[in-house]
């Protein structure tokens, strides 16, 4: 096993805090890890209070964010992964939103 296996299967998620600009999170042996907002539109596109519901899965090794339906692995921001949803899918997400806010 190489050493960045290791780092990513130690990982685990302390805190996070989502400003405008990034995804900060706060990993348990005190690494913090900032990634551009950006890299997940879900959260780009979402609401102070959706951002800031997020639940921590399997021991910090993800975060769920229930409101959006976003997922995000530590392990993939340590190796620098943007989010993998496809355009159509982000934009079909985005269609149901915008209906649901005209209720």
Same mark, same amino acid.
Not at 25 to 37: A, E, F, H, K
Not at 84 to 90: A, D, G, I, R, V
Not at 94 to 100: K, M, P, T
């Given at each position: 096993? /190489?050493?960045?296996?290791?780092?990513?299967?130690? @990982? @685990?998620? $302390?805190?996070? #805090?989502?400003?405008? %600009? #990034?995804?900060?999170?706060? $990993?348990?042996?005190?690494?913090?890890?900032?990634?551009?907002?950006?890299?997940?539109?879900?959260? *780009?596109?979402?609401?102070? #209070?959706?951002? /800031?519901?997020?639940?921590?899965?399997?021991?910090?090794?993800?975060?769920?964010?229930?409101? $959006?339906? #976003? %997922?995000?692995?530590? *392990?993939?921001? $340590?190796?620098? =992964?943007?989010?993998?949803?496809?355009?159509?899918?982000?934009?079909?997400?985005?269609?149901?939103?915008?209906?649901? =806010?005209?209720?």
């Amino acid at each position: 096993m /190489n050493s960045l296996a290791v780092v990513e299967r130690d @990982a @685990a998620a $302390l805190r996070v #805090e989502v400003t405008q %600009d #990034e995804i900060i999170v706060t $990993l348990v042996d005190g690494r913090v890890l900032s990634v551009p907002v950006t890299w997940y539109p879900r959260l *780009s596109h979402g609401t102070k #209070e959706e951002i /800031n519901t997020y639940e921590l899965m399997g021991r910090g090794t993800g975060i769920h964010w229930p409101l $959006l339906d #976003e %997922d995000i692995s530590v *392990s993939g921001l $340590l190796r620098g =992964n943007p989010s993998f949803e496809s355009e159509q899918s982000l934009q079909h997400w985005l269609d149901e939103r915008a209906s649901r =806010n005209k209720k």
